[in-house]
């Protein structure tokens, strides 16, 4: 085996042996990305249910409120016809506690809607995060990845060149 086929020889095991650490790089580089864009597709979907929450509550919300505002208004307009009718008092006495009843547990509802929606604000924050960081992370590994890929472009063509000339001084050698 002379000189020239050793060279040509090593020149393929090593071009070889970067093809291969270059592609089990970028699979694992892939399949991790390919389960942060999984990530990211479940978080969205999350994302999206929360909003749904939001939104049903916001409408509840709403809803009580408005029914909150009837009943108070109607809670008022008992109370001044119960100063002009003395005689039907005791009455009207007992249906305004029964609204003011159902008043209270509106409130109480009420209240119990904001915290959800407070708590539902907090855990929508949270995913936004929990996103962004899922993002930038990608991000940061599609950059080392594209610099290993670069890196052995590099590598590959600095090996390649010298070889090159190691066989073109071969041939001369052989020429003379």
């Not at 970028?26 to 994302?47: G, V, W």
């Not at 009420?110 to 407070?118: F, G, H, I, S």
């Amino acid at each position: 085996m002379c000189i020239r086929d050793r060279v040509k020889q090593r020149h393929q095991l090593d071009i070889n042996e970067v093809q291969l650490s270059s592609t089990k790089t970028k699979n694992a580089l892939e399949s991790h990305i390919a389960e942060l864009r999984n990530n990211e597709t479940r978080m969205q979907n999350d994302l999206s249910r929360v909003y749904e929450l939001l939104s049903k509550s916001k409408k509840e919300s709403e809803a009580a409120n408005k029914e909150n505002e009837e009943l108070r208004r109607e809670v008022f307009k008992l109370s001044s016809e119960r100063a002009s009718q003395e005689s039907e008092g005791q009455r009207w006495k007992d249906q305004s506690t029964l609204l003011m009843n159902e008043v209270d547990a509106l409130v109480k509802d009420r209240d119990t809607y904001k915290a959800l929606v407070e708590a539902n604000n907090e855990e929508l924050e949270h995913k936004n995060k929990e996103l962004t960081d899922k993002i930038l992370e990608l991000d940061i590994i599609q950059r080392k990845y594209e610099e290993a890929l670069r890196s052995m472009e590099g590598e590959a063509s600095e090996v390649i060149c010298p070889l090159s000339f190691l066989t073109f001084a071969a041939d001369e050698e052989i020429n003379v």
